[in-house]
């Protein structure tokens, strides 16, 4: 029989998450180094339960901090940047873009160092994990430019799916936006997959290799009128989508709960039709005509 769980009980790398030390990755690693004790005991393993402010949870000897408020931040990430904090290469990361805000947040998901676009910045733990999720199909909206446009035939095998080396991919949305003089094309994607680098095999399937690749949204987030390197704070609006799409609402309606309040325009009544308003100005003239008693 299983001892029930305290309330309030934690993964062990979870607390450290929370607490800003590390990603849920990164702090699964610093338990496995042993590096974390537990009311001063070393522990191996990042699935202990712990309740935090309660459990004396330390890194290093150094206990952890409180947990900082939840934060969240879009960045228009640019070319030749990778998206985790430690790399081997010693290549730029878009973390040192955001050095200057005030909490430690990690990215959601990746984007691979050829590739710029709209790159979500969290401390939630929980709705980073939810997001990058398979099950949670969150959407993507790129453009890519192709060499050599593609015929529909082509277009319609990446709209079913393609087997790659890694299985079938999901069903997904294109476009042709623009073809260009020299008979290369810029296509507007949409995959809800997080998939190394799919929409560059995508297209490397049926042999038109990408040259430039940009996510222009995650999520329903868009960097339109952003520049590159900008980063900015997601309003209460658009953390409503994000949590409301990680909960599994539909992207089309994710939201539309926390909408017209204070603050919010209201939708306009429709206009009266022109039989209805020729309706009413008969009975109108009616009421004038009709003559009184007496």
Not at 19 to 25: D, E, L, P
Not at 130 to 156: A, G, N
Request: positive net charge; glycine residues 8%.
């Amino acid at each position: 029989m299983t001892a029930p769980t305290e309330p309030g009980t934690v993964r062990l790398a979870k607390a450290i998450a929370r607490s800003g030390v590390a990603s849920r990755r990164g702090a699964e690693r610093l338990v496995a180094e042993g590096r974390v004790t537990v009311n001063g005991e070393l522990v191996h393993h990042p699935g202990h339960p712990v309740v935090p402010g309660r459990d004396r949870i330390a890194v290093d000897g150094q206990p952890i901090p409180e947990p900082a408020p939840h934060a969240y931040f879009l960045l228009y990430k640019p070319r030749g940047t990778v998206t985790t904090r430690d790399d081997p290469q010693g290549r730029r990361s878009v973390l040192d873009l955001v050095e200057h805000l005030p909490v430690r947040v990690e990215p959601v998901g990746r984007l691979d160092i050829e590739t710029e676009g709209a790159l979500l910045l969290t401390n939630d733990g929980e709705l980073a994990h939810r997001l990058t999720h398979p099950s949670s199909q969150v959407p993507k909206r790129y453009l890519v430019k192709v060499w050599k446009e593609p015929d529909d035939k082509k277009l319609r095998r990446i709209e079913r799916g393609i087997v790659l080396e890694d299985g079938r991919t999901a069903p997904c949305r294109l476009r042709v936006v623009e073809r260009t003089d020299s008979g290369n094309a810029w296509i507007e994607i949409t995959v809800t997959e997080g998939r190394n680098r799919l929409v560059r095999r995508l297209f490397e399937a049926v042999g038109h290799p990408v040259s430039k690749l940009r996510r222009e949204s995650f999520a329903t987030l868009s960097i339109r009128g952003m520049a590159r390197g900008e980063v900015r704070p997601l309003t209460a609006e658009e953390v409503a989508r994000l949590r409301d799409i990680a909960a599994g609402v539909p992207p089309s309606r994710a939201g539309l709960g926390h909408r017209r309040r204070k603050g919010f325009a209201r939708p306009k009544a429709p206009p009266t039709r022109p039989l209805q308003r020729k309706k009413a100005a008969r009975k109108a003239r009616g009421r004038k005509k009709k003559p009184s008693r007496r």
